[in-house]
Each structure stands twice: as C-alpha cells, then as structure tokens.
C-alpha cells in the first residue's frame, strides 16, 4: 500500500493556480518532517517546501510569496497551493516525508523516505 499519493497536477497558463494534495497514511503523515520537491528534465530534485510537525515551514527562494504549504490533520493530507505559477516552475512534484531528521527540515532530498510517485504540472507561457 502506498505511504504517500500525490494529485492534482496539470497544465496551466502562466499566472494560473494549481493545488496540490499528498495523501498520507497516518504513521507517514505523523513524520518529523513532510515536504514537497520538484523535478524538471535534466535537472536535480530540489526542495520546494517543507514543513515541520510542529508547524515551522520553509520555502525555497523560487517560490516564496506564491507557494503555501499546509497540512489537513483530519485527513492525513499535506497541500501545496500554488499561484502566480510560471513557465520555469514546470516539473514533475513530489511528496516526502522525512523522519530521521534533526533540526530545521531540509532542503535536500537525501533524509526522506518515503516518497509519492509524483504528479506532473506544466506551465504554459
């Protein structure tokens, strides 16, 4: 059984919204550390957001001010509510969650396991 599903990904104009869900199990959700992380052709995953379970949230620079990362306690969900969205914030988005953590959660995507299996988000100019 998958620990985390992603959704909610598409193709959107640039300046358009998207939101994204990650379906946890409960153990999963309960992490020290929950995330979302991205990918585009030939590049490296690069951390997006991340939160801690005690609520301090992290953004990457790229996306501070039009990214907002949050978690449904009732449903084991964690969100990432994009708007502004721009051509180069095109990838495939990934959910983690990282246990083995100490600190600020990072950036990396090294300490999390496990991971969704992605949703795909295209931005046209």
């Known amino acids: 059984q998958a620990q985390l599903v992603e959704s909610g990904g598409g193709s959107v104009q640039a300046g358009g919204s998207l939101r994204l869900s990650c379906a946890a199990s409960?153990?999963?959700?309960?992490?020290?550390?929950m995330a979302w992380f991205r990918q585009a052709p030939g590049k490296e995953r690069e951390g997006v957001a991340n939160?801690?379970?005690?609520?301090?949230?992290k953004y990457a620079d790229t996306v501070k001010g039009r990214f907002t990362i949050s978690k449904d306690n009732a449903k084991n969900t964690l969100y990432l509510q994009m708007n502004s969205l721009k051509p180069e914030d095109t990838a495939m988005y990934y959910c983690a969650a990282g246990d083995e953590i100490v600190g600020p959660c990072p950036y990396s995507p090294a300490p999390y396991n496990p991971w969704g299996q992605g949703t795909q988000v295209t931005v046209s100019s």
């Open positions: 409960r153990a999963t959700y309960s992490s020290y550390c």
């Open positions: 939160i801690r379970n005690d609520g301090y949230i």
